[in-house]
């Protein structure tokens, strides 16, 4: 019986969540990888806010076959309310009125996570949204018990990439070889990021802590040696700022690839 | 024979439970745990890691790396910006926290430690057991439970290690303000000490009024040394789970500091556990990012029985007097007057140190436990200034408050 209720709520919520994305039409920025994602949505959502443009993050774990339709409709069931059944009843509620608005409003960037717990997830979960672009993180050892290994959950990604639109856009981490090696997997523009390899695009050096967080320096094709400090302690947050610095310049300032507003 | 041992004691808490258990239908106001179970929606996170098969091997010994992540969101919540990978450790309960900090920061020349009076009973025992010594320096009764810097600049010295508090303070219910903190950091710095902050009972700091309409915001942000970032490498910060998220069995918390800190806390921390429970690494994932409003209404509901016992205590006013506590679920009223008709506590030598013996404080939870059967923790269990106090805890249920302080009540009004 729970099992009969869930397919029938995954079924309905994907129908409405692919309702909202025909009629709406937003930018969607899929974060994926097994680390980092959160500050990595957080500066993508920081480098919008910037440009004052419309844009909006899902909620932590809002990320698989249930999450994801609801972190496009927007809606978050509350865990409190009492019974399972009307708590569903209220979300569907909410997604129905969500999906149908009249009004469809302006252009919004949507930042949703894709979480894999298991091969072939990212199949059902491309089925419900494609991406314009993908931002990479890292592949860790996080969620090992229905993958053999990292390779493994490289070729769940290298789906994700595969989904791009030819005037999509990659962002990847250059200093995680598996993740770098997704790139031959896209039609769509790659820009690399790292703080080890060289070779990125986007590439952070002078790295040192400081008392109040971090400073270094960001090496673009654009320009040489931007001065950045961040009140944050941690190599996962320079990531974060590298993309923050690719959205700011290659998507908001260059529209590239999608016109936005 | 059992030299290290000689001279640590069980805790006075465990010693009274454990008299306790030993007498029918008696009321505890002793143990600092709530009476709620842990939600169900951090149960229902463990018992999905369990099927999944994900908890029987160890983790790192930093803990989970998600769960590791997840703390640097809440910490970031909160203005305090630490690096998951470096500066995090997962540990299994604050006393394992603390222990492995200390005994990563006491040196031979550098061994002791200050406590305040009143303060966590067993952080005495904790600096015993990890080689070093406890000096205390008394807070200030008069001053609202406040530190008194002229002790404190007394007792500091090269020797200093560190200055360890909880804050909100277990038993008293202070909360120290950001000036003194901040002047307490001061003086640390001065001779080259840790500050080791615990911070168990920052989700319960209340406001003024006694009983809060459900849907009133109560809760108030408690300051941090650790939000200080020239303070990082000074400051090791420590957070259990057990009280906030009703999560005390699962023995999960977490501390942080500079990754320079870390580094020596992490060796200890393996020597003592290896890595905290993994399934219960699990359920603090689920605690953080979905038990908020549990929170809030373990706030609420504390915040009342607050307002609850302080009734009590006003209709004992010949026997207490008391401040009202602003955090944490504990208060720690001053006994005015013993009652005649006394237990002879030398009846339970086998259980108590003679100085237990000698103590008023003692006395009076013996004379309540075995004549009103309340359980209560004796004052003298939280340092020399907590002599003449008792601690109740008000994080039990309205009914055992109720009937607890009605025993009280009954036999303080029936023995003058």
């Given at each position: 019986m729970a099992f009969l209720l869930k397919n029938f709520l995954q079924s309905i919520l994907k129908i409405l969540a692919k309702t909202y994305l025909w009629r709406r039409k937003p930018l969607v920025i899929v974060v994926a990888g097994t680390a980092n994602r959160h500050w990595l949505k957080e500066n993508i959502l920081s480098g919008f806010n910037k440009k004052k443009l419309l844009c909006r993050v899902s909620q932590k774990n809002f990320n698989a076959e249930i999450g994801l339709p609801l972190s496009i409709l927007g809606i978050f069931p509350d865990e409190n309310q009492r019974g399972k059944i009307n708590r569903w009843f209220f979300a569907l509620k909410k997604g129905l009125k969500i999906a149908f608005k009249k009004n469809v409003g302006e252009k919004e960037v949507l930042v949703l996570e894709m979480a894999i717990d298991k091969p072939d997830d990212m199949e059902y979960l491309l089925s419900i949204a494609r991406p314009d672009i993908a931002v990479f993180s890292a592949i860790t050892m996080i969620y090992p018990e229905n993958f053999d290994n990292l390779d493994e959950i490289a070729m769940e990604y290298r789906k994700l990439i595969a989904a791009l639109p030819k005037n999509g856009l990659?962002?990847?981490?250059?200093?995680?070889?598996?993740?770098?090696?997704?790139?031959?997997y896209t039609?769509?523009?790659?820009?690399?990021?790292?703080?080890?390899?060289?070779?990125?695009?986007?590439?952070?050096?002078?790295?040192?802590?400081?008392?109040?967080?971090?400073?270094?320096?960001?090496?673009?094709?654009?320009?040489?040696?931007k001065n950045i400090e961040i009140k944050r302690f941690g190599k996962h947050h320079i990531y974060a700022e590298l993309v923050k610095e690719v959205i700011l310049n290659k998507i908001i300032n260059d529209q590239i690839p999608i016109t936005i507003q | 024979m059992f030299q290290r041992t000689q001279n640590i004691n069980l805790s006075p808490i465990k010693t009274m439970e454990l008299l306790a258990s030993k007498i029918s239908d008696v009321v505890s106001l002793a143990q600092g745990i709530p009476s709620f179970d842990t939600p169900s929606i951090i149960?229902?996170?463990?018992?999905?890691?369990?099927?999944?098969?994900?908890?029987?091997?160890?983790?790192?010994?930093y803990g989970l790396s998600e769960l590791r992540e997840t703390i640097e969101q809440k910490l970031a919540e909160d203005n305090m910006f630490y690096d998951f990978e470096k500066e995090i450790i997962v540990v299994a309960g604050s006393i394992d926290g603390i222990t492995a900090a200390l005994i990563a920061i006491i040196e031979q020349n550098k061994d002791e430690i200050i406590i305040f009076s009143p303060d966590y009973t067993s952080y005495a025992e904790t600096i015993k057991v990890s080689g070093g010594k406890p000096v205390y320096v008394n807070l200030s009764e008069q001053n609202n439970w406040q530190i008194d810097f002229d002790e404190l600049s007394a007792k500091i010295s090269p020797r200093t290690a560190a200055i360890m508090f909880s804050n909100p303070n277990n038993p008293t219910g202070t909360i120290f303000s950001k000036d003194n903190l901040l002047r307490l950091a001061e003086i640390a710095a001065s001779n080259n000490a840790f500050i080791i902050s615990d911070e168990v009972y920052k989700d319960f700091v209340y406001s003024d009024t006694d009983y809060p309409k459900p849907n009133e915001p109560i809760g108030k942000a408690l300051f941090?040394?650790?939000?200080?970032?020239?303070?990082?490498?000074?400051?090791?910060?420590?957070?259990?789970?057990?009280?906030?998220?009703?999560m005390a069995?699962?023995?999960?918390?977490?501390?942080?500091?500079?990754?320079?800190?870390?580094?020596?806390?992490?060796?200890?921390?393996?020597?003592?556990v290896t890595c905290a429970p993994v399934i219960s690494q699990h359920a603090a994932l689920a605690a953080l990012d979905f038990a908020g409003k549990e929170i809030d209404m373990f706030r609420y509901e504390f915040q009342r029985r607050r307002g609850l016992t302080c009734k009590y205590l006003n209709e004992l006013s010949d026997f207490f007097s008391y401040h009202k506590p602003i955090g944490s679920y504990f208060i720690f009223p001053r006994v005015l007057k013993y009652p005649q008709t006394k237990v002879d506590a030398k009846k339970y030598k086998n259980y108590l140190t003679p100085e237990q013996m000698e103590s008023p404080s003692w006395q009076f939870a013996l004379d309540l436990l075995y004549q009103a059967r309340v359980a209560v923790v004796p004052g003298l269990a939280f340092g020399p200034a907590g002599e003449n106090h008792i601690r109740l805890s008000f994080g039990r249920n309205k009914k055992d408050i109720d009937k607890a302080m009605g025993r009280i009540r009954k036999f303080l009004t029936s023995n003058f």
């Open positions: 990659a962002l990847l981490n250059a200093d995680d070889r598996r993740i770098i090696g997704l790139g031959q039609g769509a523009k790659v820009i690399t990021y790292g703080v080890e390899n060289q070779n990125a695009d986007y590439f952070a050096q002078d790295i040192q802590k400081i008392t109040t967080g971090q400073q270094f320096k960001i090496q673009t094709p654009e320009m040489t040696g | 149960k229902r996170a463990a018992i999905k890691a369990l099927n999944r098969g994900v908890v029987a091997k160890y983790s790192l010994t941090s040394l650790a939000e200080i970032s020239e303070l990082r490498k000074r400051v090791i910060r420590i957070f259990s789970l057990s009280k906030a998220y009703a069995g699962w023995r999960i918390g977490f501390l942080h500091s500079d990754e320079e800190n870390i580094q020596e806390i992490l060796k200890t921390h393996d020597s003592l």
